[in-house]
């Protein structure tokens, strides 16, 4: 376990914790930690947790035991979400700034439209990307790097600190999937604390400052430097 | 041109037209929403929940929309639940509510009055049955549908755009799925006793559905679905009139129309666009 100093400014803190279901826990004793800035993947098998963390996370379900403890920057709703996308928003008639913008209804309203400072961050966050030629293109007509891209912004815009992605390379070929990471690289070189579920295990460590590896109950986290050297990276490349 | 004015001499028809604009709107809007989140048959099922609500309300000899809105919002939020929970998948629990309403409809309706003309017009819908009283809760009931969704307008967005997005991003998705199921619930029952009960639910798919074709953007469906609603059914009522059909059919029948006219366009705008 690396870098648990006390005067390390964490954005989530977790320590013995219980994650699971319905009272019945799928990791025990799980200690974990984020803090400002940090690059952290997620890897594991399906059904090892990771979903149950990404959403214990984002505070859609509570841990069984224990707590896992947010800091006031990104209490609930400022988390950068950027979740799987559906069936549904594939064919969905939405213009790209639609989208991107409904990012900001985290914040608490009190008018039913947005403001012109809103709209301006937004079109920053597009033009962040390379998107901004396609503010008012159909979401539904872009390709699947782009549509990432925006879904990408539109998480810009409720993030305060930190992003959270789940599995966001899912099918997109392979160079669609490298520029978002490389669009993922400028973002934490800016500061930003990147979350990110994958299966990409080459990637992960190529990118990340850490790994959470979830496997069965038991887990793995620390810096990759630690994580090559363990175990558990030997398991990852057998399997490849 | 005379005769449309002659039309309007008749109060019955002043009233249809009122209520008629107003549910319409509101199936309309609240339809893009649903047609969207893959819903669209909700309001089918709720229509025929709606006609044994309505059969019962009559056998008893109480007031029908007073009945049927609770009966209605109560089934609205059963089949909400019911899919969420992943009790059942929503295409099957509609057709079972919807069966069953039916046949509850059916059997209170022969066991009690008989099938009366009052029935059969609710199964297809009649323009001559509206009170004065009907009309001022329809208009009230509309106009808080239309003020809530205008009000909500980009939670609603977000919720049928993104489930997942939002309810991480503290919007509460589970009371706007509640919010859009009660009002559509509400905008049923006030449409089913001009449109009937197996033709109200046109009302919620077709304007989307249209608008579709050709708007690419949530707001373009939005606001071409609300004038389509009104223009079909104006058009729709004015045939009607003029050919002793029953109002439901015939608005039905121009947004069918309306529809092939989009669909239409999009493939000519799909051709010369690719030469």
Redesign the interface.
């Known amino acids: 376990m690396s870098g648990r100093e006390k005067e390390k400014k964490y954005l989530i803190f977790c320590e013995d914790a219980s994650l699971g279901y319905d009272n019945q826990a799928i990791i025990e004793h799980f200690y974990f930690q984020v803090a400002a800035g940090d690059y952290v993947c997620v890897v594991g098998e399906n059904g090892s947790g990771k979903s149950t963390l990404l959403k214990t996370i984002l505070g859609l379900i509570k841990p069984v035991k224990g707590e896992v403890v947010l800091d006031d920057a990104i209490r609930q709703g400022a988390i950068g979400y950027l979740p799987q996308q559906t069936q549904i928003q594939r064919q969905f008639p939405a213009s790209v700034m639609e989208v991107v913008l409904s990012g900001f209804l985290n914040r608490k309203r009190k008018s039913p439209f947005f403001r012109a400072d809103e709209k301006k961050i937004a079109w920053k966050q597009l033009k962040k990307l390379g998107m901004e030629q396609f503010a008012n293109a159909c979401y539904a007509n872009l390709s699947g790097g782009q549509q990432q891209r925006v879904l990408l912004a539109r998480a810009l815009c409720a993030a305060g600190a930190i992003l959270v992605l789940d599995e966001p390379a899912t099918g997109l070929d392979p160079m669609a999937a490298e520029s978002l990471y490389e669009n993922l690289e400028m973002l934490h070189e800016e500061g930003m604390a990147v979350v990110m579920v994958t299966h990409d295990i080459r990637s992960a460590v190529s990118q990340a400052d850490y790994i959470l590896h979830l496997n069965d109950g038991d887990y793995f986290y620390g810096s990759v430097e630690k994580y090559m050297d363990s175990e558990y990276s030997d398991i990852f490349s057998d399997r490849k | 041109m005379d005769s449309i004015v002659e039309m309007f001499a008749y109060p019955f028809i002043a009233r249809a037209f009122i209520v008629g604009i107003l549910v319409s709107l509101c199936a309309a809007l609240l339809g893009v929403s649903l047609v969207?989140?893959?819903y669209s048959m909700i309001g089918d099922g709720l229509s025929h929940v709606s006609y044994a609500a309505l059969c019962i309300a009559l056998a008893c000899n109480a007031a029908p929309l007073f009945v049927s809105i609770p009966i209605v919002v109560c089934a609205a939020f059963l089949l909400l639940r019911m899919t969420e929970k992943g009790f059942m998948k929503s295409d099957a629990a509609i057709a079972v509510v919807s069966a069953s309403a039916l046949a509850i409809g059916v059997s209170v309706t022969s066991l009690t009055t008989g099938m009366t003309m009052d029935v059969s017009s609710y199964m297809f819908g009649s323009i001559l049955v509206m009170t004065r009283e009907d009309v001022i809760l329809s208009v009230f009931l509309s106009v808080v549908v239309l003020f809530l969704f205008?009000?909500?307008?980009?939670?609603i967005?977000?919720v049928t755009?993104?489930e997942?997005?939002?309810?991480?991003?503290?919007?509460k998705t589970g009371f706007f799925n509640s919010m859009i199921a009660i009002l559509t619930a509400v905008t049923i029952v006030l449409g089913m006793q001009m449109m009937g009960a197996l033709l109200i639910s046109s009302l919620v798919i077709f304007p989307s559905l249209t608008s579709?074709r050709l708007?690419?953007?949530?707001?373009?469906?939005v606001l071409c679905s609300g004038c389509l609603a009104v223009v079909c059914f104006c058009i729709g009522m004015v045939i009607s009139y003029q050919s002793a059909m029953p109002a439901g059919a015939s608005v039905v029948l121009v947004h069918l129309a309306a529809f092939c006219l989009f669909f239409l366009l999009q493939h000519l705008i799909k051709i010369t666009g690719n030469q």
């Open positions: 969207l989140k893959q205008v009000f909500f307008y980009h939670q967005f977000t755009f993104d997942n997005f939002a309810k991480a991003t503290g919007v579709i708007f690419r953007s949530f707001r373009g469906v």
